[in-house]
């Protein structure tokens, strides 16, 4: 802050102050520090992203909307604009929305298990359980990560015991503990 006083347009600074604001979770704080820099340099894609990431972090989503929404149309089609847009819109119960977010960063990024279990989630929300389980047991199919296959199928399962399918549940609860003996999770759900 100090330093500011005497650069007041450093860039640098600002940002390491919002970072450090962001770090103790005073993004109303942090706004300020996303504004400047975008005031002295309008074309910083970045500086922009940042300050959609603020917005977000302050329940402002109709203007994280509008940042990430231009930074798309404007050509910026990037996995981390989409993934903020899904969120966006799960905030504003706009699970529709959510969705295709959600199921186009499944496909830009296929081996991501948070990809999966978004558009699954996504999918929940609309009440649609054939969809939820086909992008649970997808994600399966492409996620490297054992870790990874091992949370998708815990999903599974957890999904197939909401919809009561407790039998297929419990079968697919116990591969997981097969898998990952420690698993807490899958212990406990069983």
Do not use: C
């Amino acid at each position: 802050k100090e330093a500011l006083t005497l650069d007041s347009d450093n860039v640098v600074l600002h940002r390491q102050l919002l970072q450090l604001y962001a770090d103790q979770d005073s993004f109303a704080q942090a706004l300020p520090h996303a504004l400047r820099p975008l005031a002295l340099s309008p074309l910083d894609r970045n500086a922009f992203r940042r300050l959609g990431w603020i917005y977000l972090n302050i329940d402002s989503l109709n203007q994280a909307d509008s940042i990430f929404t231009k930074l798309i149309d404007e050509g910026e089609d990037l996995p981390v604009n989409r993934y903020y847009l899904g969120h966006i819109a799960i905030q504003k119960r706009d699970y529709r929305r959510a969705r295709e977010q959600f199921g186009r960063l499944a496909a830009i990024e296929d081996t991501i298990v948070n990809r999966w279990l978004d558009l699954a989630y996504a999918h929940r929300m609309l009440g649609h359980t054939d969809s939820e389980l086909v992008a649970y047991r997808e994600g399966i199919n492409r996620v490297p990560s054992d870790t990874g296959k091992i949370r998708l199928r815990f999903a599974v399962g957890a999904a197939l015991e909401r919809h009561g399918e407790v039998d297929s549940a419990i079968s697919v609860l116990e591969q997981v503990v097969a898998e990952s003996p420690q698993n807490a999770q899958a212990l406990n759900y069983l």
